[in-house]
C-alpha cells in the first residue's frame, strides 16, 4: 500500500506485453521466491524490482492467505504499507506495463466482487471492478480478502475461488 494524496491505495499494475505468462494482465507487485528466500523477503525484493519502491520489513503489516494457482504457483500475499506517494513509482519495463492506484473507495464498490459460473470449474470465478476494467483471480481474490478482512473486519477465506480460463496457462 502506498497513498494518493493524503489516502491510502493498494497499488496494481498491468504486466507488460513482452512476459511469456500471463502479459498483460492486472497483478499485485511480486514474484518468485529466490532460493533461501521467505515470502516477506521476495515480496520486498519484488516491489523494488518491479515498481522501484525499497520498504523494510518493519513495513510488513501481515500476509494473507495463500493462494494456488491453476499455473502451479502458490502465492503468499504480503501487506506491505509505506507513506511514499503511488506517483513516485517507477515500472521497470521489463515486467511492469504500468502502475495505477487502487483506491479503498474503488475496493469497497457495492459491485464488486462478481463471481461467474464456467462449466469447466466446480468453483466460481472471482473479478474485482476497477474503474471500467475487472481483476480476476488470483490478483482479485487477494483484493477481495484484504477489503473483507482489512477494511470491513470479516474473516473472508479466498482459496476456493477459482480464476478465468485465460489464467489457467
Known sequence: MCRDDDRPVIIVTRRSASLRAHSRQWALPGGRRDQGETAVEAALRELHEEVGLLAGPDSVLG?????????GYVITPVVVWTDKDWRELEPNPDEVELIKPFSFKELARRDSP?????????????????????I?????????????????GRPTRVAHFDQPLFAWR
Open 63 to 71: 500476509t494473507l492467505d495463500d493462494y494456488a494457482t491453476r499455473s
Open 114 to 134: 462478481n463471481l461467474q459460473t464456467i462449466k469447466e470449474s466446480e468453483h466460481q470465478v472471482l473479478s474485482m471492478n476497477f474503474h471500467d476494467d475487472a
Open 136 to 152: 480476476y483471480a488470483p490478483t482479485g481474490a487477494m483484493l477481495y480478502q484484504f477489503r473483507e478482512v482489512a477494511m470491513f
